[in-house]
């Protein structure tokens, strides 16, 4: 199942897309009388998603062509998640990318980082670069949403507690990071330096997650890409592996590492292309308060 959020006249809304049509939750709790939230955040954070899901999986897909419906194509993404919880990342995800970096294949754990609340924007916000910063790079990567909370999972249970799948842009400030590897979170936490997409998909959108390609693009281009198959760690593993240092909830979004990345300026468009999924693009600013190495 594919969730997407749009705005229209001022005013969020989130709906089912089938066969390239989009049908509000509104028009769904109407005709079948449920009272399903009608934003991703009350669905996840009130345990109605896998419900909804299952009734898509069900009957709905059948149901849906007879409803009154919007075309996707004259619809503005919107913010998926309005009040998401925390954000977690892991890094050098892929072999190629951890090579570029270090000159050494992945560790046995991960690279990981967390996101203060006010990096995150939606699709068409703009990426701020801090005032006298000259080395920020964008990363396409595959986020990650929990559905349900959990603790100390293994990894053949993970996939149970991910609702699904978006697009997402990780910037990272790249000055500070070479300065000293220490400093990788002050360098990702930046106000604006992480989008994400407007759609949310289900794990069996696809029919195998592995043959899922993540791409990076720079002003429409396809700059890096790869496949979810060719992760060190896979989105399953990832999630155990917070799992047994926090517990997640709900909301939570995990990033998944990223193909390659681009250096951006003001008057760029970096973005994220993943299969199945709306692009994901945001234009580059520059902002009026300034980064200081040490």
């Known amino acids: 199942m594919k969730l997407t959020a749009f ?35 009350g669905l996840l954070k009130e345990g109605q998603w896998e419900e909804l899901v299952g009734w898509y999986r069900s009957s709905g897909r059948n149901k849906l062509s007879s409803f009154p419906y919007r075309k996707l194509e004259n619809l503005q993404p919107d913010d998926m998640l309005l009040c998401p919880g925390k954000t977690l990342g892991v890094g050098m995800n892929y072999v190629e990318k951890a090579m570029e970096l270090t000159g050494e294949a992945p560790k046995k754990e991960p690279v990981t980082f967390m996101k203060p609340p006010t990096t995150l924007i939606g699709p068409g916000a703009a990426v701020q670069l801090p005032k006298g910063s000259t080395s920020v790079a964008a990363e396409g990567e595959l986020a990650i949403i929990i559905g349900k909370t959990c603790r100390d999972i293994e990894v053949r249970e993970a996939q149970r507690f991910i609702a699904g799948y978006t697009t997402a842009l990780d910037m990272t400030e790249k000055d500070i990071h070479r300065a000293d590897d220490k400093y990788l979170q002050w360098s990702k936490s930046f106000d604006t330096f992480c989008s994400l997409g407007s759609d949310l998909v289900s794990g069996d959108h696809w029919s195998s997650l592995e043959d899922v390609i ?13 496949t979810v198959g060719n992760m060190m760690y896979s989105p399953a593993f990832i999630v155990s592996f917070f799992s047994k240092i926090m517990t997640l909830q709900p909301g939570d979004v995990i990033l998944t590492g990223t193909p390659g990345s681009n250096m951006i300026h003001p008057g760029d468009r970096p973005g994220c292309l993943i299969t199945g999924l709306n692009p994901l693009e945001n234009p580059v600013e520059r902002k009026e308060t300034r980064v200081t190495v040490l």
């Open 7 to 41: 705005k229209e006249h001022q005013k969020s809304y989130c709906g089912i897309v089938h066969e390239g049509k989009v049908v509000s939750l509104q028009t769904i709790n109407y005709i079948e009388g449920k009272n399903w939230s009608i934003d991703l955040d």
């Open 214 to 226: 993540v791409k990076t693009t720079l002003n429409g281009k396809v700059t890096h890409e790869n």
